[in-house]
T-cell receptor, first 110, second 113 residues
Framework: DQQVKQNSPSLSVQEGRISILNCDYT??????FLWYKKYPAEGPTFLIS?????DKNEDGRFTVFLNKSAKHLSLHIVPSQPGDSAVYFC?????????FGAGTRLTVKP | KAGVTQTPRYLIKTRGQQVTLSCSPI?????VSWYQQTPGQGLQFLFE???????NKGNFPGRFSGRQFSNSRSEMNVSTLELGDSALYLC????????????FGPGTRLTVL
């Protein structure tokens, strides 16, 4: 059962524009949400996280938004850079149980 | 601090064989989780170990098993390999103080022929 879903397998944006990656979840008990970035031949690296008590967390060019009523989170990257091209996974956790989405491949074109 | 290391990086096996993958967490991290990554399926959770005890288990058949040693190093074993087991196997470690922030190793690419 896919408790965390990333419905867009790929996204292509122009350098300097905004990238918006979306993620939906079904388990209302999830209380912590994360985004990971993965380059080929490397393991995922932690990018940004948000607790369920917040609705927004910002770190430089990266902002994560959480809409608990819609069970939806999104990652905004502004401005997008070619080095941001990677696969992005969203994850949601309840205690020690962490579930990942299928990933969205972001391509930022120069 | 050294990152999470996994060995081997690449492995080719044939159907019916068994395989053991190894993961060394970041020093001081006592939690180790294992994931299977396949195209289109993302990261599927296999199991999580903490202090040599399995705390959590995903929906995988019993052919997939794991263990953790007293030094927090972990191994996962897959018996009677099937073609569908071909995947990237990732392990991640986390600290007691930040359990939600997992640090991943580079993965072991398993190909079953």
């Amino acid at each position: 059962d896919q408790q965390v879903k990333q419905n867009s397998p790929s996204l292509s944006v122009q350098e300097g524009r905004i990238s918006i990656l979306n993620c939906d979840y079904t388990n209302s008990m999830f209380d912590y949400f994360l985004w990971y970035k993965k380059y080929p031949a490397e393991g995922p690296t932690f990018l940004i996280s948000i607790s369920s008590i917040k609705d927004k967390n910002e770190d430089g060019r990266f902002t994560v938004f959480l809409n608990k009523s819609a069970k939806h989170l999104s990652l905004h990257i502004v401005p997008s850079q070619p080095g941001d091209s990677a696969v992005y996974f969203c994850a949601a956790s309840e205690g020690n149980d962490m579930r990942f989405g299928a990933g969205t491949r972001l391509t930022v074109k120069p | 601090k050294a990152g999470v290391t996994q060995t081997p990086r690449y492995l080719i096996k044939t159907r019916g064989q068994q395989v053991t993958l190894s993961c060394s967490p970041i020093s001081g991290h006592r939690s180790v989780s294992w994931y299977q990554q396949t195209p289109g399926q993302g990261l599927q959770f296999l199991f999580e170990y903490f202090s040599e005890t399995q705390r959590n288990k995903g929906n995988f058949p019993g052919r997939f098993s794991g263990r953790q040693f007293s030094n927090s190093r972990s191994e996962m074993n897959v018996s009677t390999l099937e073609l569908g087991d071909s995947a990237l196997y990732l392990c991640a470690s986390s600290s007691f103080t930040s359990p939600n922030e997992q640090f991943f190793g580079p993965g072991t690419r398993l190909t079953v022929l």
